[in-house]
C-alpha cells in the first residue's frame, strides 16, 4: 500500500519549496506519493503546479487552492484545474478571511468538486471561520464531496472535530501539526479508518510527523490506512 503525504504547499509564498525539494525529502523517509498545493498567503496561483507534476508524475498528486473571494473567478478557475487533472483543492478560511461555510463564496467550490469528483482539504485548527462545526455544515451540506480537516481542530477543538468526524462518514481528520497525546486519542476515539497523515510541508517536522502515526498506530493494518490508504481511496488510487 501506498505512503502518501495528504497536505504539501510547493511553489513560492511563505517559503520556496519545489516538487524537486518535496520528492527528495519523500525519499528520505520512504514516502511514495504527496498531494501538493500552492502556499496560501497573500497572492497565489496554480500555475506551477502542472510543471512540478510532469516532473514527477508517479510521486507528486496535484490539488489546487482558490480564495472565495474571487468570487466567480475562484470557481472558474477550479473548474480549469480539475480539467487539467487535479484531483482536489485546499482552503485556508483564516489567511484568506471567510468562513467555511459561507454559502455565497464557498458553495461553488463545492459544486464544482463534487461535479468533478475531487476532495477538499481545508485548513482547521479552531480559528473563528474554520472551527469544527464550520466542517460539520458543510460536511452535511455536501454529503458526497470528502472532506479534510488539516490539524483536527486543535488546539482547542480536537475532541470536538471527533464527535463531528464520527457523525459524517465524508469528514476525516488529517494530523499535521497536531501533538503526540492529542495524536493517541484521535486515532483512539476515530479510528483508523477516519484518519488522514499529512505533514504541512515544508513546514513541520517530516520524520515527526511520519513517526507519530507508526508510534500511535494500534496496528499494521490501521497504520496503512492512515499512512496513505485512506487517502488513496478517496482518490482513486490503486
Ligand atoms: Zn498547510
Not at 513560492?12 to 501538493?36: P, S
Not at 474554520?130 to 488539516?150: G, I, Q, S
Not at 480536537?158 to 495524536?183: C, F, H, K, Q
Not at 510527523?209 to 487517502?231: Q, S, T, V
Request: with cysteine; proline share 5%.
Amino acid at each position: 500500500m501506498y505512503k502518501i503525504d495528504a497536505h504539501t504547499h510547493v511553489g513560492e509564498g511563505a517559503a520556496v519549496w519545489t516538487g524537486q525539494q518535496v520528492v527528495e525529502r519523500m525519499d528520505t523517509i520512504g514516502v511514495d506519493k504527496t498531494v501538493i498545493f500552492p502556499f496560501t498567503e497573500g497572492y497565489f496561483n496554480n500555475d506551477l503546479i502542472p510543471q512540478y507534476v510532469e516532473e514527477y508524475p508517479d510521486r507528486l498528486i496535484p490539488f489546487a487552492a482558490v480564495n472565495p473571494w474571487n468570487t466567480h473567478e475562484a470557481a472558474d478557475e477550479l473548474e480549469r484545474c480539475y480539467q487539467k487533472g487535479f484531483k482536489g483543492v485546499k482552503l485556508h478560511p483564516t489567511l484568506c478571511g471567510f468562513r467555511l461555510s459561507d454559502k455565497k463564496l464557498v458553495n461553488p467550490l463545492f459544486e464544482v468538486t463534487e461535479a468533478y469528483k475531487g476532495v477538499v482539504i481545508v485548513h482547521g485548527s479552531a480559528d473563528l471561520y474554520n472551527c469544527p462545526l464550520e466542517f460539520d455544515r458543510m460536511a452535511r451540506r455536501f454529503p458526497k464531496v470528502p472532506l479534510l480537516m488539516a490539524h483536527c481542530g486543535f488546539f482547542w477543538e480536537w475532541e470536538l472535530a471527533i464527535e463531528l468526524a464520527l457523525e459524517n462518514d465524508n469528514l476525516y481528520l488529517e494530523t499535521s501539526r497536531v501533538p503526540g497525546m492529542e495524536s493517541s486519542k484521535i486515532i483512539e476515539k476515530l479510528g483508523a479508518t477516519k484518519v488522514i497523515w499529512g505533514t504541512d510541508g515544508p513546514f513541520c517536522d517530516y520524520e515527526w510527523e511520519f513517526n507519530k502515526i507508526k508510534r500511535y498506530a494500534k496496528c499494521e493494518h490501521d497504520f496503512d490506512l492512515m499512512i496513505g490508504g485512506n487517502i488513496a481511496n478517496l482518490l482513486g488510487i490503486q
